[in-house]
């Protein structure tokens, strides 16, 4: 069964350095999402993504966040400057054409990313 | 992707038993619906959905219940396996394409 897929799993950041997560949706998904998990706390919305332009994004994805599908396969959020308070779950989504925007979301694993 | 946390409501059934997780919702002009799931280390899993021209949807051991009155969502599973135990969400759709999250409930089954 496809999956979407995340790398890394961990990733450890200094305060102050950019980062880049990166996600593989399902193959012929056209619309991509990402959201984060701070620990204890609810999935948020930060960013969706369809025809290589976001869709919508929320409050948290400001200045220092940035999306990118630089290829047909992979997906990647960028974190310019990481903050203590960037430290998360992030979770790449995606989903087909049928029946959107009313279908199935499909998440990878997450990677968690630790801002020291 | 697990969602620990200490003020997370917690539901505990026994096994075989039928549950309902409750959710309530913030925006009266969505107009689709989603349960997730989320086991310990995995990212949310999609248990079944609804559009807001519907008040009931069935799926397999799950139904899902909508009311647009009191913006009120709930999910129910019947005959509760172990397999069930996870934290689950309920989402609702903002815009387009922008979704909130609740806040989450644990389930817990019980041998």
């Known amino acids: 069964e496809p999956e979407v897929t995340q790398t890394p799993s961990h990733q450890v950041t200094q305060m102050g350095q950019e980062v880049i997560l990166r996600c593989v949706p399902i193959?012929?998904?056209?619309?991509f999402y990402w959201y984060r998990q701070i620990l204890g706390q609810k999935v948020e919305f930060l960013v969706s993504?369809?025809?290589?332009?976001?869709?919508?994004k929320s409050e948290i994805f400001d200045d220092q966040f940035s999306v990118e599908r630089p290829d047909g396969s992979n997906f990647t959020l960028k974190i310019r400057s990481t903050k203590l308070e960037d430290s998360a779950m992030y979770f790449c989504?995606?989903?087909?054409?049928?029946?959107?925007?009313?279908?199935?979301?499909?998440f990878g694993p997450g990677t968690r990313l630790t801002v020291l | 992707g697990e969602s620990v946390g200490l003020h997370l409501p917690t539901l505990s059934v026994q096994e075989g038993d039928n549950s309902i997780i409750n959710c309530a919702y913030s925006?009266?002009?969505?107009?689709?619906f989603i349960w997730y799931k989320q086991e310990s280390g995995k990212g949310p899993q999609f248990i079944i959905d609804?559009?807001?021209?519907?008040d009931k949807r069935q799926g397999q051991r799950v139904t899902v219940l909508l009311n647009k009155t009191v913006k009120h969502l709930s999910l129910q599973i019947a005959a509760t396996q172990p397999g069930d135990s996870a934290v689950y969400f309920c989402?609702?759709?903002?815009?387009?394409?922008?979704?909130?999250f609740g806040t989450g409930t644990r389930l817990k089954v019980l041998a």
């Open positions: 989504a995606s989903s087909g054409d049928r029946g959107a925007p009313y279908n199935e979301q499909f």
């Open positions: 193959s012929n998904h056209l619309y």
């Open positions: 993504f369809y025809n290589n332009e976001i869709s919508e």
């Open positions: 925006n009266s002009a969505s107009d689709y």
């Open positions: 609804i559009r807001s021209n519907m």
């Open positions: 989402a609702e759709k903002v815009g387009t394409y922008k979704y909130i």
